[in-house]
T-cell receptor
Framework: DGGITQSPKYLFRKEGQNVTLSCEQN?????MYWYRQDPGQGLRLIYYSQIVNDFQKGDIAEGYSVSREKKESFPLTVTSAQKNPTAFYLC???????????FGDGTRLSIL | ELKVEQNPLFLSMQEGKNYTIYCNYSTTSDRLYWYRQDPGKSLESLFV???NGAVKQEGRLMASLDTKARLSTLHITAAVHDLSATYFCAVAPKDSNYQLIWGAGTKLIIKP
């Protein structure tokens, strides 16, 4: 079955550590997105990628980095510069920017 | 800056009742999406509304869009327990192909 796989489901970060969240899709979608969700709030866009080897900052990109070397993969690195990383991170993909986005099951990141 | 407001943010209702969730947005847009999220889970696309007066229905849920009033509604008819979830609207700023601005979500609890 086609879908989006995020891993790990839970992740703990130590102070000063960079961590990478994985997102893989087999839907043949061109566009991929990373969102952050905090309790009681809507989703906020971190980065998005329209095609391979191209990505743009969203509203809250500071302290995060991404790469898009393959169509299927869009990993997100939460760097030590992100001072408040505790949140639920959702990866999504779509055929185009106007098509509905399909979401993975999310990664919950916490600080040790 | 485009802002999206949903109300109510929390709704507890009895099975069999009807209710409406509202999504207001602050600037011109030509696309609006409704999503459902179960606790701790991913988001599921419900409806895409693309033009003024658009109405979409799926089972007990019906969504509509009034672009002149900058308002979308999600109407629930004869609610059942399985519809308990958090419902989000997301609005695409005009001329934005990939970025969505999300409402804070409406947490809906339907009691037997």
């Amino acid at each position: 079955d086609g879908g989006i796989t995020q891993s790990p489901k839970y992740l703990f970060r130590k102070e000063g550590q960079n961590v990478t969240l994985s997102c893989e899709q087999n839907l043949n979608h061109d566009a991929m997105y990373w969102y952050r969700q905090d309790p009681g709030q809507g989703l906020r866009l971190i980065y998005y990628s329209q095609i391979v080897n191209d990505f743009q900052k969203g509203d809250i990109a500071e302290g995060y980095s991404v790469s898009r070397e393959k169509k299927e993969s869009f990993p997100l690195t939460v760097t030590s510069a992100q001072k408040n990383p505790t949140a639920f991170y959702l990866c999504a993909s779509s055929f185009t920017g106007t098509q509905p986005q399909h979401f993975g099951d999310g990664t919950r990141l916490s600080i040790l | 800056e485009l802002k999206v407001e949903q109300n109510p943010l929390f709704l507890s209702m009895q099975e069999g009742k009807n209710y409406t969730i509202y999504c207001n947005y602050s600037t011109t847009s030509d696309r609006l999406y409704w999503y459902r999220q179960d606790p701790g889970k991913s988001l599921e696309s419900l409806f895409v509304l693309l033009s003024n007066g658009a109405v979409k229905q799926e089972g007990r849920l019906m969504a509509s869009l009034d672009t002149k009033a900058r308002l979308s509604t999600l109407h629930i008819t004869a609610a059942v327990h399985d519809l308990s979830a958090t419902y989000f609207c997301a609005v695409a700023p005009k001329d934005s192909n990939y970025q969505l601005i999300w409402g804070a979500g409406t947490k809906l609890i339907i009691k037997p």
